[in-house]
C-alpha cells in the first residue's frame, strides 16, 4: 500500500488513479495550516473571482521570490528557507523541496497547496472520498449487487470530488491566464516539470470505480508549480578544489606540448 503525498493537481490526479493501492491518507493540507500562514500566502476564500484575483497576487510574489533567490542563495552558509520565505519549517518542508546537486540547486515552490478550492479538495478527499472509496469496494456494474455503501459512494461522494475538482481546475486555469504576461511566473511556471513526475503512471489501468471526468489526460492538468534552478555558489560546490586542481594540471600539460 502507498501513501499520498498531494501537492499540486497532477500529483491528486496520479493519486486518484492509484486509490485502490493507497493507504488512508492524512491530510497535508491540514498539516500546513497547523499554524497560521503569514498574511502574503493567504489566498482569500469566496467566489471565483475573488480567489482568482487573490491568488494571481500571491503567485506573483512567490515567483518573484524564486527570482531573487540565486543571489539570496550564496548569503547563507546553510540556506534559511523558512527566514527567506517567511514561513514556518513545517510549512517549508510541504510547500519547499530543495535539491543542491553538484554545480546547481533546484527549487521548488507547490503553490496549488495555497489555494482555498484545492485545500478544500485535498482535505476532502484525505478525509472523506477515500474512506468511502474502500468501504464501496469493491465495485460492480450491477445495481442489485451493489452494497449501501457502494451506492453511497457513487450518488453521494463522487459528485461531491467531481464538483470540487472542476472548481480547482478551473481557478487554477484562470489564474495562470491572469499571469500569463507576468515574466517573474513565465520564468518560474513548472507545471511541465511537475506532470513529467507523474508521467509514469498514467499508462497504468486507473483503479476501479472512477468516472471519466476524473480520469483527464496528464497533458490537460494545469498546476502553480513553480520552480527555478541557479548555479550553486562556488564556494558551496563539493570537490570544487579538486576539480580545479584538475583543470590547472590539464592546461599546464597542453601548454607544455
Known amino acids: 500500500m502507498e501513501t499520498a503525498q498531494i501537492r499540486s493537481l497532477p500529483a491528486f490526479a496520479a493519486t486518484l488513479r492509484r486509490i485502490d493501492r493507497a493507504k488512508l491518507p492524512a491530510s497535508l493540507v491540514t498539516e500546513l495550516l497547523d499554524q497560521p500562514v503569514v498574511p502574503a500566502y493567504q489566498i482569500e476564500e469566496g467566489d471565483f473571482e475573488k480567489e482568482v484575483a487573490s491568488a494571481t497576487h500571491t503567485i506573483a510574489m512567490v515567483a518573484d521570490k524564486l527570482?531573487?533567490?540565486?543571489?539570496?542563495?550564496?548569503?547563507?552558509?546553510?540556506?534559511?528557507?523558512?527566514?527567506?520565505?517567511?514561513?514556518?519549517?513545517?510549512?517549508?518542508?510541504?510547500?519547499?523541496?530543495?535539491?543542491?546537486?553538484?554545480?546547481?540547486?533546484?527549487?521548488?515552490?507547490?503553490?496549488?497547496?495555497?489555494?482555498?478550492?484545492?485545500?478544500?479538495?485535498?482535505?476532502?478527499?484525505?478525509q472523506e472520498f477515500v474512506p468511502a472509496y474502500q468501504a464501496g469496494y469493491p465495485f460492480t456494474e450491477r445495481t442489485d449487487q451493489q452494497s449501501s455503501f457502494t451506492r453511497h459512494f457513487f450518488e453521494i461522494e463522487q459528485p461531491k470530488l467531481i464538483a470540487y475538482w472542476e472548481r480547482t481546475t478551473a481557478v487554477v486555469q484562470a489564474t495562470r491566464a491572469e499571469l500569463s504576461d507576468d515574466i517573474g511566473f513565465l520564468a518560474t511556471a513548472g507545471g511541465s516539470e511537475e506532470r513529467a513526475q507523474w508521467q509514469p503512471l498514467w499508462p497504468q489501468r486507473p483503479a476501479l470505480g472512477l468516472p471519466e471526468d476524473m480520469l483527464p489526460p496528464l497533458e490537460n492538468i494545469p498546476t502553480l508549480t513553480l520552480s527555478t534552478s541557479f548555479p550553486l555558489p562556488a564556494h558551496r560546490q563539493p570537490g570544487r578544489l579538486r576539480r580545479l586542481r584538475r583543470q590547472w594540471a590539464r592546461k599546464n600539460w597542453r601548454q607544455r606540448r
Open 67 to 126: 527570482r531573487r533567490l540565486a543571489t539570496a542563495y550564496g548569503e547563507w552558509r546553510h540556506f534559511d528557507a523558512p527566514a527567506f520565505f517567511d514561513l514556518y519549517p513545517a510549512q517549508v518542508a510541504l510547500l519547499l523541496s530543495v535539491s543542491e546537486r553538484v554545480s546547481t540547486v533546484h527549487v521548488g515552490f507547490y503553490a496549488d497547496l495555497l489555494l482555498p478550492s484545492f485545500q478544500r479538495m485535498e482535505q476532502y478527499w484525505a
